[in-house]
């Protein structure tokens, strides 16, 4: 059976990112979402989630972008001078080799992120981290701690699929140099996390079999998407994404990823790969059912 995630990111991170995550769940593919503890709209995508049941929502683990959930006086190692998190992967993999970043802060700051998302009234169905930052270096094995504390089935592992992100890289509208970047970020968590999966299973935390959706981060286009699709193997993929409306306030962020999250939202929604995913009898699902099939 070939099953697949389509996992939204960001949700929470403004107004128009949760309307886009909504209308890719109900006129579209995607399945799964990732809630970000801390986005400036938090409250409006716990609301979206209350509103789309079937939409499986699971946490999105941050060290990278806005102020801390735990009290700042308790982790102060992962703060910048503005007194907000603040980093991307290869920075905060460099403070952690220099001492910097504190295991005890990250597992602080990541169990006050999980327990605002379930006072809110979610049950997350997964993990997963903000610029896959859970894939570093002793920062898995707190993710998966952290699973195991708050009784969350599934945690997320990058490691992308050499195979599937070959077929994703179809279409010839994207940013090569970018895709090649991502490319090599991708290749590098590789290397850093090899045996994630089987930590994950002696965790007794369940995972997709494969994943995709590094390289392609703001380039996704629909040739790549259907070639995807076409190229899926038996068991359960996970397809990451970013679909998403331009509003005012993800102009104002720090983020890239502005026009290319309506791009995907077009994508996800196209009625042709919709009908593609149907012909070829693959299973749209999301991160709970991988926990109940474990």
Known sequence: MKNLIVNADDLGWTDGVNRGILEAFHHGIVTSSSLLANGAAFADGVEAARSAPGLGVGVH??????????DRDAVPSLLNKAGVLAGGTKSLLLRRARGGLLLAEVEREWDAQIQKVRDAGIAPTHIDGHKHVHMLPGLFEIALRLAKRHDIGAIRVSLEASSLRAALSSGAKQNAGVVMKQGVEARGLKLLARDAREQAARAGISTSD???????????????????VKSL?????????????????????????????????QILTDTGIRNLVASLGIRLIDYGFVTQEA
């Open 210 to 228: 494969y994943f995709c959706g590094i390289a392609q981060t703001g380039e996704l286009t629909r040739e790549g998407v259907e070639q995807f």
């Open 61 to 70: 683990l941050n060290l990278s972008d806005g102020p801390p959930v735990a």
């Open 233 to 265: 193997p038996e068991g359960t993929t996970e397809l990451m994404c970013h679909p998403g409306y331009a509003d005012a306030a993800l102009l104002k962020s720090p983020t890239r990823l502005r026009d290319s999250r309506q791009t995907e939202l």
